[in-house]
């Protein structure tokens, strides 16, 4: 069989760990007669000097697969990129604990071949965009797939946060911050805050207070529809930062609000055909150990 795929983007996490395998995979797709393009920054795992490179954020212009070696990290940050260009992304882990990344080194070439051949689930993960507006003007905006943080920045001090759900009050809590997280980031920074996990397939994003003075206030879960509206309630200047994954964006004003809502692209990954979300669980989390 023929494989759908034409053009393959390789992009690897910048350690040298990762090196034997980023190898493998480039000679591998080479001699299948596949186009490979190399992230910029990955260009070192290879030795041929005829391979052809490209920006990991003109990718999506030119692959129409891409391949991360490294962890969940690493598939984050390609997921941003390709997600407005409807590209599919495939994990290999070479990092810790893995939730996205499911091919192991191991077994890299016979999965991929057979992901490669059309042999594969999809699945598609909700991306979340955050708009920093000051003075009625959107100054900054950001895409996240995991989550976005609302967090206090060189400071001992607690933030107050008024939070609005579609215009309506949900309330106001003074903590270290407040955690907005897709279904995919339900088991990142908002399960270490106490968070739910929540499936994958589900339409719904979670807010998860960061230790919160009133222990009554707890996580809640909302359509993935809504649009949640963060403002401040000092009257005197905070140091508060706003993290859309691993990106930062600082200096927020205490005037300034901050708009987040699902963004209109998603991120396809594709598994292989056992794939199994809850066995996932059971082996990240060490479950019925």
Known sequence: ?????????????????????????????????????????????????????????????????????????????????????????????????????????????????????????????????????RNNRVIHEQTAVNEVVIHRWITPSMIEIITHIDDAFLNTQRSDGLIISTPTGSTAYALSGGGPILHPALGAIVLVPITPHTLTNRPIVVKDSSQVEIAFSQNTQINAQVSCDDISIPDVLTSDRIRIKKDSSLMRILHPTDYDFFEILRAKLNWSS
């Open 1 to 133: 069989m023929q494989s759908k795929f034409k053009s393959v983007g390789l992009i690897g996490k910048p350690n040298s760990v990762i090196a034997k395998t980023f190898s493998l995979l480039y000679d591998h797709l080479c001699q299948q007669n596949f186009e490979v393009r190399v992230e910029n920054q990955s260009k070192k795992f290879i030795a041929s000097q005829s391979v052809k490179t490209v920006a990991i954020s003109e990718m999506g212009k030119v692959c129409d697969l891409a391949i991360t070696v490294g962890g969940d990290g690493t598939l984050l940050s390609a997921g941003r990129h390709l997600a407005p260009y409807n590209v599919p992304v495939i994990g290999v882990n070479l990092g810790r604990l893995g939730f996205l990344v499911d091919i192991s080194p191991d077994e890299v070439l016979s999965r991929l071949d057979d992901i490669l051949q059309g042999n594969f689930v999809t699945e598609e993960r909700i991306l979340l965009r955050a708009e920093l507006v």
